[in-house]
């Protein structure tokens, strides 16, 4: 059952592919910004608690008083195939957003730092942390989520899906709508040790076609326990388990079978 709880979160970027944008971008709640720096790791004398303090205080005098950054997060690796990855993710409301927030943040940045050798400065001390390789992604936030009750105050695990999709000739906007409804009240929103859930299709980058789903758990034990949660959950849904197969036949024909997996962490402090 763990593939139909997988592979039926990823409708909404088939739909997307189908011919229903204009809905989709109706719902949608607004943009996200994906940007994968790198750390230096020329130099073994950088430490990690003097990166978050550099990071801290950017944080509190740009990102918290920027008002165009509806969310920001700062997630570091935590099994994935780069240990240096340090992935920062902001939303906003809408496009216009993004450049608003750009302006808004030189303004901001003007403010903390209004000497330009202050800013020079404090820049260098934040750059020496990172090397010069980055990718940039926007992707489009859907609506179909289940959000954290509140701003982590601990680190929490961030088990990142990334799927490929097929495009079905029979596939339906109804049909989607009645399928992804069905596993969100059954599984998603009852599942208590998954603590959040977002999803998000690719609007501009590299990786056209692509969809993300980010579950958040305490743990990683957690994340192995909500798995057979969902398992649970799954078949005191799905009683008869013919009709589960069905449900799961429908689904299949949607998805490509390749998906690749990330799991991070959030640094606490850095998130709005």
């Known amino acids: 059952m763990r593939a139909i709880h ?40 950088l430490k990690k608690e003097d990166w978050l303090k550099v990071e801290k205080e950017y944080f509190d005098k740009v990102v918290m008083k920027n008002p165009y950054v509806k969310n920001h997060n700062i997630l570091t690796h935590f099994f994935t ?17 993004i450049d608003k927030a750009w302006e808004k943040e030189n ?16 820049y260098e001390k934040r750059n020496v942390f990172y090397n010069n390789e980055h990718s940039d992604e926007i ?3 859907l609506p179909y989520r289940k959000t954290l009750a509140k701003t982590p105050d ?8 990334k799927s490929a999709f097929a495009q079905p000739k029979d596939g339906t ?15 998603v929103n009852k599942n208590d040790l998954l603590k959040a859930y977002y999803t998000y299709a690719h609007a501009w980058g590299s990786k056209g076609g692509e969809f993300v789903e980010v579950f958040v758990y305490d743990s990683l034990t957690d994340l192995e326990k909500a798995w057979a949660k ?4 799954a078949k005191a849904y799905w009683k008869d388990e013919t009709k589960m197969k069905e449900f799961d036949k429908k689904l299949n024909k ?4 390749n998906h690749g997996d990330y799991i991070y962490r959030n640094e606490v402090g850095l998130q709005k």
Do not use: C
């Open 230 to 233: 969902d398992d649970e959950l």
């Open 173 to 187: 906007e109804k049909e989607f709508e009645a399928l992804f409804k069905e596993v969100m009240d059954n599984l």
């Open 254 to 257: 949607y998805f490509s079978p």
């Open 107 to 122: 303004e901001l940045i003007k403010a903390a730092w209004p000497e330009e050798k202050d800013r020079k400065a404090f």
């Open 154 to 161: 601990k680190q929490l695990v961030y088990y990142i899906r």
């Open 81 to 97: 195939e780069d240990n240096t990855e340090i992935v920062l993710v902001q939303m906003y409301d809408d496009w216009n957003a």
């Open 6 to 45: 997988y592979k039926i979160l990823g409708f909404f970027l088939i739909l997307l592919g189908m011919g229903f944008s204009a809905k989709a971008q109706e719902k949608a709640p607004g943009f996200l910004t994906v940007t994968i720096l790198h750390r230096n790791t020329s130099n073994p004398d």
């Open 139 to 141: 992707y489009t936030v």
